[in-house]
């Protein structure tokens, strides 16, 4: 089960591009790598989801070089509405079901 | 509205009195999971499900159980109540590797 280390925390300005890395060096041929977004007392949202090279939605983009050992999760021009705690998962539902996720990233975003 | 929901949001027990958290989601999802959440500790799975009458456990399993008789129901149990099970519990939902659906969060203090 693939174990992930990312910042505990990073600061940014409103209007910036945030680039959040994860790090996951035991994922398996079969995991998908997921990140949710978290405010307080609220359930995570999912933001992302990918399994190799580069995915991008309406809200973010996110980078997995060939040996997805890693991954980045990248926010284009934060505003303040955007700080929040970002946790990346890796894992597939289809191959057992338990899921760990790490500490999560704290982005504090300011004016 | 597709959607997860979990009863009560709020709840003060005292020690050993038994207690149930429902959670029910509305998007026939076939995978189910309950999550707690402490300060400095992040998400940590404490149940799965990967159908109806399929469990198995998380990270943290200790005290609690759960069933799953219906594909849409997901009940946490917990038999006998301690103050370390004082929490902020998340039960969750999703298809398979897609993204998961949370639910709003029921806030529990063990007194």
């Known amino acids: 089960l693939a174990k992930t280390t990312q910042p505990i925390s990073m600061d940014s300005y409103e209007g910036q591009e945030v680039n959040i890395t994860c790090s996951h060096n035991n994922i398996a041929t079969n995991d998908y790598i997921t990140w949710y977004q978290q405010f307080p007392s609220q359930g995570p949202r999912f933001i992302i989801q990918?399994?190799?090279t580069k995915v991008t939605n309406e809200v973010a983009s996110l980078f997995i070089p060939a040996d997805r050992k890693s991954s980045t999760l990248s926010l284009p021009r934060v505003s303040l509405s955007d700080t929040a705690v970002y946790y990346c998962?890796?894992?597939?539902?289809?191959?057992?079901?338990?899921?760990?996720f790490g500490q999560g990233t704290e982005l504090s975003v300011k004016p | 509205e597709a959607q997860v929901t979990q009863n009560p949001r709020y709840l003060i027990t005292v020690t050993g009195k038994k207690l149930t958290v429902t959670c029910s989601q509305n998007?026939?999802?076939?995978?189910m999971s309950w999550y707690r959440q402490d300060p400095g500790l992040g998400l940590r799975q404490i149940y799965y499900s990967m159908n109806v009458e399929v469990t198995d456990k998380g990270d943290v399993p200790e005290g609690y159980k759960v069933s799953r008789k219906e594909k849409r129901n997901f009940p946490l149990i917990l038999e006998s109540p301690s103050p370390n099970q004082t929490s902020l519990y998340f039960c969750?939902?999703?298809?398979?590797?897609?993204?998961?659906?949370f639910g709003p969060g029921t806030r529990l203090t063990v007194t």
């Open positions: 990918g399994y190799k």
């Open positions: 998962l890796v894992g597939a539902y289809n191959q057992g079901g338990k899921l760990i």
């Open positions: 998007m026939n999802h076939e995978y």
């Open positions: 969750a939902s999703s298809r398979g590797v897609e993204e998961q659906y």
